[in-house]
């Protein structure tokens, strides 16, 4: 189980600078002038964990696989997107397909990179995106609710179409539908308003430890919980260097991790998902799982057979896995628990299921 995440914002605020240094790449054009992406690139990085290379030295594996996240760069919205404005719809489609969307906002000034408005206004850039995303939301709200007279609509979507279109008269957020909806079927309704956001505030090097009065203005509104400081180019920058000279460059700018792990931590606390692990001699893998995850459902994400045939789990945390050196000592030492279907999967688990053929 993947998840994509969305690269959105106004042009030129850095969105595919970001995504190079994300992938490691020179797929998107970072060039300095609107709508350079038409067209969204996506790229699937491994994401990173130390535990999984713990794992693949204890258990002597020939292989280790990571699991991945995917970005994807979505060319630059502008006001009036919704109507066809740029490159209008096509855009906000893209959008739809992401599980997480990731807001870039400009809280750096420049005289060499183009700035679609008049001055740098975080806030208001923000509001501009979300606007759009808003009335594209509206749009297909209605269009779905005339499907109601000719009874072609379910009744639990219909029942979360009319609560979203209460909240949209009322001036509320479409967030409040979180709490009242499984996840599951609000994903079905395709609402861009209501899928979880990132805001990442790109701010030059000298920002980049303590922020400016642009991130300080952004944050005071939209506060910390989901707002993260990045650098797009000292993260392009970061990607230049072998590994020792990468930890020296972070230190001499003041950053403790990179944009690439500020973002997999924070994706994985907003769409709520956890790792589990298999380790044994032919590999040690790194598989991602919506948190609460049944025994049985986790196994089904390696393989639906696995799910069908479902015996038992052979289990081990992380924890007890690393100090016991493996699966034979776990064992002997009385580490190693056996869980049925209904066992809820922690996250660093290390587990080995049994399953009928």
């Keep these: 189980?993947?998840?994509?995440?969305?690269?959105?914002?106004?042009?030129?605020?850095?969105?595919?600078?970001?995504?190079?240094?994300?992938?490691?790449?020179?797929?998107?054009?970072?060039?300095?002038?609107?709508?350079?992406?038409?067209?969204?690139?996506?790229?699937?990085?491994?994401?990173?964990?130390?535990?999984?290379?713990?794992?693949?030295?204890?258990?002597?594996?020939?292989?280790?696989?990571?699991?991945?996240?995917?970005?994807?760069?979505?060319?630059?919205?502008?006001?009036?997107?919704s109507k066809g404005e740029g490159l209008g719809n096509k855009f906000l489609s893209h959008i739809r397909e992401v599980d997480a969307i990731i807001h870039?906002?400009?809280?750096?000034?420049?005289?060499?990179?183009?700035?679609?408005?008049?001055?740098?206004?975080?806030?208001?850039?923000?509001?501009?995106?979300?606007?759009?995303?808003?009335?594209?939301?509206?749009?297909?709200?209605?269009?779905?609710?005339?499907?109601?007279?000719?009874?072609?609509?379910?009744?639990?979507?219909?029942?979360?179409?009319?609560?979203?279109?209460?909240?949209?008269?009322?001036?509320?957020?479409?967030?409040?539908l979180v709490s009242k909806f499984e996840k599951k079927l609000l994903n079905q309704?395709?609402?861009?308003?209501?899928?979880?956001?990132?805001?990442?505030?790109?701010?030059?090097?000298?920002?980049?430890?303590?922020g400016n009065n642009y991130t300080n203005a952004f944050i005071n509104k939209y506060g910390e919980n989901n707002t993260i400081i990045i650098s797009a180019e000292i993260e392009n920058q970061i990607n230049?260097?072998?590994?020792?000279?990468k930890i020296n460059y972070m230190k001499m700018v003041g950053i403790k991790e990179t944009g690439l792990n500020t973002l997999i931590r924070k994706g994985y606390e907003i769409l709520q998902l956890d790792t589990f692990f298999t380790s044994g001699p032919e590999e040690s893998r790194a598989w991602t799982i919506p948190k609460n995850c049944s025994a049985s459902k986790a196994a089904g994400v390696i393989h639906s057979d696995f799910e069908k045939g479902f015996i038992r789990s052979e289990t081990?945390?992380?924890?007890?896995?690393?100090?016991?050196?493996?699966?034979?000592?776990s064992k002997a030492n009385g580490k190693m628990r056996l869980e049925g279907k209904d066992y809820i999967v922690k996250d660093g688990d290390v587990l080995n299921f049994r399953f009928n053929t």
Excluded: H, Y
């Design 1 to 81: 189980m993947s998840f994509r995440c969305g690269i959105v914002g106004l042009p030129n605020v850095g969105k595919s600078t970001l995504f190079n240094a994300l992938t490691n790449s020179s797929k998107a054009q970072a060039e300095n002038f609107p709508f350079c992406t038409i067209d969204p690139n996506e790229g699937v990085v491994p994401v990173p964990d130390e535990r999984l290379d713990k794992l693949a030295k204890i258990s002597f594996s020939k292989k280790k696989i990571n699991t991945t996240i995917s970005f994807v760069d979505i060319a630059g919205l502008v006001k009036g997107a």
């Design 104 to 176: 870039m906002i400009r809280c750096f000034d420049s005289d060499s990179i183009q700035n679609v408005n008049s001055n740098v206004d975080p806030v208001r850039d923000l509001e501009i995106i979300e606007t759009e995303m808003l009335l594209a939301d509206l749009e297909s709200i209605q269009k779905r609710l005339e499907k109601k007279k000719k009874k072609l609509l379910e009744n639990e979507q219909l029942e979360i179409l009319e609560n979203a279109l209460e909240c949209i008269n009322n001036n509320k957020k479409l967030d409040n």
């Design 189 to 210: 309704t395709g609402l861009l308003s209501i899928k979880p956001k990132i805001f990442v505030c790109n701010v030059d090097e000298q920002s980049i430890k303590n």
């Design 240 to 245: 230049q260097f072998e590994q020792k000279e």
């Design 316 to 329: 081990v945390s992380f924890k007890e896995f690393f100090n016991n050196n493996g699966w034979a000592n």
